[in-house]
């Protein structure tokens, strides 16, 4: 129902409006992780990286897609006070979110992980009176409490085989730590490239790329092994250590990179939806008050 200009807004349509603009928000920061370029063998708006089964509008599409699930969340989070019937909910939610992605994509696997990390992150934007630290801290909470749906689960993911076999901490132990790649590496690296004048799309990458410098992705683990892995980390340390992508050094470094992961058919999925993810928090609690200079 719509409220007049006269009629006073309820605190229950208060939450509302804001819990839109938060889904809206998980669907911008998916859209613009998957149009940045040039990451490194990563689907972007120059075309499908290391994937012969996605590209830019795929990815854009399950983006949409997957708005009204976030939604969702938010709204079962602030109207559900008991964490646990909390986590059963958005466990529902997040499946179904899932297949409706599957749907989409006939079959492709474009945001699995985001659904998580972004479901969780949402989730936890729903209180208002907070910090990164306490929304991350919230976050942690959350992923900790057991989902009883999944022990009926069968099948492991790709991510949770890469898990088991090479002995790393996956997107569920990240979030449980309240996701500290994103807090110690991703958003100061962000906000320092913001600072010395690097572009935005600069900004981002050297986000990007400060996670894929010190995150175990299972997505590459899984695609291309402990080779995969290293070279990822070490090139992407490298382009940093060159002044990131806004110098020339840089972005032959980065070019280099890429190279390499091409070759071994390396994508580093995982540091991509923490990508996603920190944008969402960076829009929160940043650009949001910096009369949307970033929001671009």
């Not at 909390?86 to 985001?114: D, S």
């Not at 010395?196 to 092994?225: F, H, K, Q, Y």
Request: net charge positive.
């Amino acid at each position: 129902m719509m409220t007049t200009i006269n009629s006073p807004i309820t605190q229950r349509d208060q939450k509302r409006f804001s819990l839109r603009y938060l889904s809206q928000s998980v669907t911008w920061a998916l859209e613009q992780e998957a149009r940045l370029s040039p990451k490194p063998a990563l689907v972007d708006s120059r075309g499908s990286g290391a994937h012969k089964d996605m590209h830019l509008a795929l990815m854009l599409a399950s983006a949409n897609t997957l708005e009204p699930y976030f939604l969702r969340m938010a709204q079962t989070a602030a109207f559900e006070s008991n964490d646990t019937k909390l986590r059963t909910q958005i466990g529902l939610i997040g499946r179904e979110a899932e297949k409706a992605m599957l749907q989409t994509t006939q079959g492709v696997n474009t945001h699995r992980g985001a659904i998580w990390a972004l479901g969780l992150l949402i989730v936890a934007a729903t209180t208002h009176d907070t910090t990164i630290e306490r929304l991350l801290s919230r976050a942690a909470a959350i992923a900790s409490i057991e989902d009883p749906a999944l022990k009926t689960t069968q099948a492991l993911s790709k991510g949770q085989q890469a898990c088991r076999e090479y002995q790393v901490a996956g997107a569920r132990e990240q979030a449980q730590q309240g996701f500290p790649h994103i807090q110690q590496q991703a958003l100061p690296t962000l906000w320092e490239s913001r600072a010395r004048g690097d572009a935005e799309s600069s900004a981002r990458l050297n986000a990007l790329l400060a996670i894929m410098a010190t995150l175990d992705d299972t997505c590459v683990l899984s695609r291309s092994g402990i080779s995969g892995l290293v070279t990822m980390q070490t090139g992407a340390a490298e382009v940093l250590n060159a002044g990131g992508c806004n110098t020339f050094t840089g972005r032959q470094a980065l070019r280099q990179l890429e190279r390499e992961l091409l070759v071994l058919n390396a994508s580093a999925g995982g540091a991509a939806d923490l990508l996603a993810a920190t944008l969402f928090i960076d829009r929160l609690f940043v650009s949001s008050t910096s009369n949307n200079k970033y929001q671009q």
